[in-house]
T-cell receptor, first 116, second 114 residues
């Protein structure tokens, strides 16, 4: 069975600090995808990034970066020079299996608060 | 603009009453999903549909029902059998029901018991 663990329930930082959100996953499949979503106070989840199980290259997008390590089953998310607008709940998700119909398993989320 | 529209934003249910949450998308997506979110928890899948006139139970389908008569619409009914319906409900869609497609979400409906 697939499982996603986000051990950090809440994180609070001061603006301009760097912060890393952890995500650890479990799967028996060799083919799977990992996602990060952001849920601002308005409620809707916004897709941030997708990574497939065969691509361990790290990715950087502006102040966001992602570190995917299959050896430790982790897909961590770092925000550099955090801003107040980064305050949100962040979810890591896993989709596995070629016939899994696009279903994703979500972690419980990490609530990030960035204080001015 | 294309997107997913959920209505109403807030909904109140009386004991023994069925209520229906609306979800409409104009993204021409094939797959649609309903999730339930409780405070401090992740999203749990209620039902999903890969194609019109077909849908499958998710992890917590008991007390809920859905229909998919049109590609753009996937309403969720919370029945009186659902004893703890207070939660935030999110509807999502994806281009295809493949594992590599990200999901697009609506703004959610917050359901409370009167």
């Amino acid at each position: 069975a697939q499982k996603v663990t986000q051990a950090q329930t809440e994180i609070s930082v001061v603006e301009k600090e760097d912060v890393t959100l952890d995500c650890v996953y479990e799967t028996r499949d060799t083919t799977y995808y990992l996602f990060w979503y952001k849920q601002p106070p308005s409620g809707e989840l916004v897709f941030l990034i997708r990574r497939n199980s065969f691509d361990e290259q790290n990715e950087i997008s502006g102040r966001y970066s992602w570190n995917f390590q299959k050896s430790t089953s982790s897909f961590n998310f770092t925000i550099t020079a955090s801003q107040v607008v980064d305050s949100a709940v962040y979810f890591c998700a896993l989709s596995e299996g070629r016939t899994n119909a696009g279903k994703s398993t979500f972690g419980d989320g990490t609530t990030l608060t960035v204080k001015p | 603009d294309g997107g997913i529209t959920q209505s109403p934003k807030y909904l109140f249910r009386k004991e023994g009453q069925n209520v229906t949450l609306s979800c409409e998308q104009n993204l021409n997506h094939d797959a649609m999903y309903w999730y339930r979110q409780d405070p401090g928890q992740g999203l749990r899948l209620i039902y999903y549909s890969q194609i019109v006139n077909d849908f499958q139970k998710g992890d917590i389908a008991e007390g809920y029902s859905v229909s998919r008569e049109k590609k753009e619409s996937f309403p969720l009914t919370v029945t009186s059998a659902q004893k703890n319906p207070t939660a935030f409900y999110l509807c999502a869609s994806s281009m295809k029901s493949n594992l590599n497609q990200p999901q697009h979400f609506g703004d959610g409906t917050r359901l409370s018991i009167l």
